[in-house]
């Protein structure tokens, strides 16, 4: 992966896509790799949000970040709580919400921490941008392992 540094839109944004495309390729891995079907058809499910991003970002106009609003989102902080687990081709549910929860949790901190570094407002703000895609993906983890993970019955 190249360098990344906050001096142009183009930098920023193909630098995002290719860790997108990063992402993508590691869930397609786990997919592939995967012995329980349910646990694969997650894994796909996961591809396909990280290309969803790639292609927010191919068709970023700089123009538009001006009025490109930004949605609160709250942070369930369900990973906060969590270890990281390592892939395994015979993980369970949970440990497949726990991982994708804690990739997309270091994903928000990354993007967040570049925000803060950039000078320049259209490239801190492609970060903000970036930062939310990842704490509203991980939100959606967070709840489906609220609702099917953390049942108190």
């Known amino acids: 992966m190249s360098v990344l540094t906050c001096r142009s839109f183009d930098d920023v944004v193909n ?4 860790k997108e ?5 590691f869930y397609q891995k786990c997919a592939d ?9 997650f ?3 996961m591809v396909e949000e990280e ?3 790639r292609e927010l970002l191919k068709g970023l106009d700089p123009a538009g970040l001006e009025s490109f609003k930004l949605d609160t989102v709250q942070d369930l902080k369900i990973s906060d709580y969590l270890m990281d687990v390592p892939f395994r081709d015979d ?3 949970q440990e497949a919400l726990t991982l994708a929860m804690k990739k997309e949790e ?4 990354f993007y967040s921490a570049w925000k803060e570094k950039c000078m320049h407002e259209k490239t801190a703000k492609i970060f903000e941008m970036l930062a939310q895609e990842e704490i509203k993906h991980k939100r959606k983890i967070e ?3 609220d609702d099917q993970i953390l049942t108190w019955d």
């Open 15 to 18: 630098f995002a896509i290719k």
């Open 21 to 25: 495309e990063l992402a993508m390729d």
């Open 33 to 41: 790799k995967a012995k329980n079907p349910g646990i694969k058809e």
């Open 43 to 45: 894994f796909l499910e």
């Open 51 to 53: 290309k969803k991003h």
């Open 91 to 93: 993980m369970t549910y």
């Open 106 to 109: 270091k994903a928000h901190a």
């Open 143 to 145: 709840e489906i392992y």
